[in-house]
């Protein structure tokens, strides 16, 4: 079964870090770009980023609100995806969600989503 | 960065009924567009991408047309596991923007 299962979520002060993790599994990891979602409370969703795979030198994108902050990685030998979340701000709660994706294709696998809530 | 906007945001709508949901970009994106479906507490679903192509299991009442900036997402007879929230996405530059949803209520 294909499947993305996320964790790492949890209560974080503002200005503080925290780091979600998605393993994957069912599919061969390495040969996908992955991408992380997120929805904040009652609101719609939006991308966060985007790391390409090896043969796109694992390159990354990310939506404005966030670059410089987040950092999205990979350990294809572990089939995980990585989200590293700095200087976090009270915009940043949402349920955060990994994604299999592509070169111009949507996003075909989700995982079920963890919680970051950001308040003091 | 492109907008989306879907219209109706909100649609009520009864078992057995067709609808059909809007997607307009704010500029061109040929096909590259994907609907999603979303039921409270779950992730999205993808229903169809490249505007038209429907998802492997997802059921052929739901269709896809479009490409440049008008979309349509319609279902052509309600059922009640049809009743979400739906979203449009362009894939056709960063970042990869939704619509701001359009939710599909029961009558």
């Known amino acids: 079964e294909v499947q993305l299962v996320e964790s790492g979520g949890g209560l974080v002060q503002p200005g503080g870090s925290l780091r979600l993790s998605c393993v994957a599994s069912?599919?061969?990891?390495?040969?996908?770009?992955m991408d992380w979602v997120r929805q904040a409370p009652g609101k719609g969703l939006e991308w966060v980023g985007r790391?390409?795979?090896?043969?796109?030198?694992?390159?990354?994108e990310y939506v404005a609100s966030v670059k410089g902050r987040f950092t999205i990685s990979r350990d294809d030998s572990k089939n995980s995806l990585y989200l590293q979340m700095d200087t976090l701000e009270t915009e940043d709660t949402a349920v955060y969600y990994c994604?299999?994706?592509?070169?111009?294709?949507?996003?075909?696998?989700w995982g079920q989503g963890t919680t970051v809530t950001v308040s003091s | 960065d492109i907008q989306l906007t879907q219209s109706p945001s909100f649609l009520s709508a009864s078992v057995g009924d067709r609808v059909t949901i809007t997607c307009r970009a704010s500029?061109?994106?040929?096909?590259?567009l994907a609907w999603y479906q979303q039921k409270p507490g779950k992730a999205p679903k993808l229903l169809i991408y490249?505007?038209?192509t429907l998802q492997s299991g997802v059921p052929s009442r739901f269709s896809g047309s479009g490409s440049g900036t008008e979309f349509t997402l319609t279902i052509s007879s309600l059922q009640p596991e049809d009743f979400a929230i739906y979203y449009c996405?362009?894939?056709?530059?960063?970042?990869?923007?939704f619509g701001q949803g359009t939710k599909l209520e029961i009558k």
């Open positions: 994604a299999r994706g592509g070169p111009y294709s949507p996003m075909d696998v």
């Open positions: 069912g599919f061969t990891f390495s040969d996908h770009y």
């Open positions: 790391i390409r795979k090896k043969a796109n030198s694992y390159t990354t």
């Open positions: 500029q061109g994106i040929s096909s590259y």
């Open positions: 490249a505007a038209s």
């Open positions: 996405q362009q894939l056709k530059s960063y970042p990869p923007t």
